[in-house]
């Protein structure tokens, strides 16, 4: 609650106000618009919903209640024509069920005292008119002289006459009254109407009263609060010219520090950068030296694995020519039997004198055949054994070969090891005397940009003192605007530096800045006029000439 008060009372609250102000009365104005139209419309309302059904169905009533006698009389009048008798008859029917539909939807409205006892006659004859009409069309349709006569009694005087008179008069009553209605819902409403035009114009002239009068206060209290704030401003502006003095002073002390401090920055930087090169070569040299081990480690694998496969291969046929030999064996044997039935085959053909001479010769060749296969044989186990003793010799120079081997690999397995060790060390240092070189240039751009900005502190120290008496300047236009008052003198600052020279323009700070640094950019802040005036008349810059604004 305090600081809704507190923003109304500020000039910004005002202001705002004041705008919204008019949009409120309009608004006012609107809303009592809207009730009007509104109760004029619930009128309308009742009167289409409610009368002008109810007329319209006492019209339909009475118009069908006069087409039934029409084309009654129109059947009777046609008892030779057939053809257009059944016609008028089946109209007459149709319009009796229309009088009977629309007699139900107006029974079903909500009746007024006089239309319930204007209606009350209808509503006690509506069943014998029902009951006499349908009898009538009945007879109609019989089509004969008896008939005719008693629906042409009926008819000219006689009982549906009667009730047809009442049902006539019921509806012109209740038409009357209608119209009566409608007469004084008209004058009502034109005096509702003559009524909400009165008031909207009284309030109106209220809503335009009272908003210039509000409108004229918000004026002088933001006049009179313009007004304190300008004097208030011419003299801040004086304490300000004082102030620039001891910040020009500072400004000159900070500049010559951090221009030392840049000088230092900019030879360690460079140290670094040197030392940061060095590392880095060694670590390219001992990720070479990684590499070329890592080569040399598969090299090894790659020749223990074909030894390895050698020595399979050698005990392959190791173990084959050991099969061969046994399969040789085998043969010698079985030579050597032969041999012996040979034998014994020659001294059996020998007995048999000459019948076994043939047999005899075969006997001998066989023999001679199986000498001759024992003689390979042998010299086969001869050759088959060398070839096994070559094998096993060579199986066992494989062996101490696959033996150094594996020793080999295991020795440039661990020199790969020690050099991927020595790669990352290395690695790691370059990562940190990057990062610390890089931290060394940020600071090195810190202290240039901060003897940058010590340069254009004093130089813009210098600016704002101009700047100071320029707005004193503004100030005096400022109270001539506001009170109407003459031409006034500028006080003159007290312990002002000295002006930059006539042909000097004013520049930004931004383009004050030395060449030689490059200073990091600086959000400059664009000046609001929430920091210059105070729009709230508590806030503490709104005191003006105390040390409490300050």
Known sequence: MNSSSSWFRGLRGRLLFSAILPVIAFAVLTTISWRSMNSLGTMLTGAYTEVVPNMDALGQLGMQRARIGYFIWAALANDEDQKSR???????????????????????TKFTEDEARNWAKPQAIKDSFYKLTEQMIYLLDQN???????????????????????????????MKLYREISAANDKLQQDERKFQAQLLMLISALCATL?????????????????????????????????????????????????????????????????SSMVKMNSDNAKQAASLSQSSKDSAEQGQNEITLLISSMNDIS???????????VIDDIAFQTNLLALNA?????????????????????????QRSAVAAKDITVLIKDSVEKVDRGSQIADRSGEVLQTIVTSVKKVADLNNEIAAASS???????????????????????AASSEEIAASSEEISAQAQQMQTMVVSLNEVIQGAGKHEPAPAAAAPARPSADKKIIPFAKKATKS?????????????????PFDDDEPRGKVGTTDGF
């Open 346 to 370: 020659a001294v059996e053909a020998a007995r048999a004198g000459e019948q076994g001479k043939g047999f005899a010769v075969v006997a001998e060749a066989v023999r001679a055949l199986a």
């Open 319 to 329: 173990h084959s020519s050991k099969k061969i030999e046994e399969i040789i064996s």
């Open 517 to 533: 640094a490059t200073p990091t950019p600086r959000v400059e802040k664009k000046s609001q006029g929430s920091s210059v005036i």
């Open 144 to 174: 004969n002289a008896v008939a005719n006569k008693q629906v042409h009694t009926a008819m000219n005087g006689g009982e549906w006459h009667v009730m047809a008179i009442a049902y006539q008069d019921a509806i012109a009553a209740n």
């Open 428 to 450: 790691e240092q370059t990562t940190g005397i990057q990062q610390i070189s890089k931290a060394m240039n940020q600071l090195d751009q810190g202290s240039q940009a901060n």
């Open 211 to 275: 908003v210039f009068g509000i409108l004229m206060w918000i004026a002088y209290r933001v006049s009179n609060t313009v007004s304190t704030i300008a004097t208030g401003l011419s003299e801040a502006g004086t304490q300000v010219s004082g102030a620039i003095t001891q910040l020009t002073a500072a400004g000159q002390t900070l500049s010559q520090s951090s221009t030392e401090a840049a000088a230092s920055l900019e030879e360690t930087v460079a140290s670094l950068e040197e030392m």
């Open 86 to 108: 059944e016609s008028f008859i089946k109209r007459a029917r149709s319009a009796f069920d229309e009088f009977k539909k629309f007699e139900e939807v107006y029974a079903s």
